[in-house]
């Protein structure tokens, strides 16, 4: 376990089909542990559920 609420969230790009804002978001409804993913509060894209926040940022932003 290895979970830090740091109050420093990476920056996270607009979103890549409508440019809109984009959050992260840990899944709750399994019964293991949360997993991140990102959200885009415009158009509701979501992407895969990803291991750590690190992961899920590159991916967005890359
Ligand atoms: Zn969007």
Do not use: Q
């Not at 790009?13 to 019964?31: D, H, L, N, Q, S």
């Not at 158009?43 to 899920?56: I, K, Y």
């Amino acid at each position: 376990m290895n979970e830090r609420d740091k109050p420093d969230i990476p920056e996270l790009k607009p979103c890549r089909y409508c440019g809109g804002r984009a959050e992260i978001v840990k899944k709750r409804f399994t019964y293991f542990e949360p997993r991140p993913l990102i959200l885009c509060h415009e158009c509701g894209l979501t992407t895969r559920e990803f291991e750590t926040v690190e992961e899920a940022v590159s991916y967005w932003n890359n």
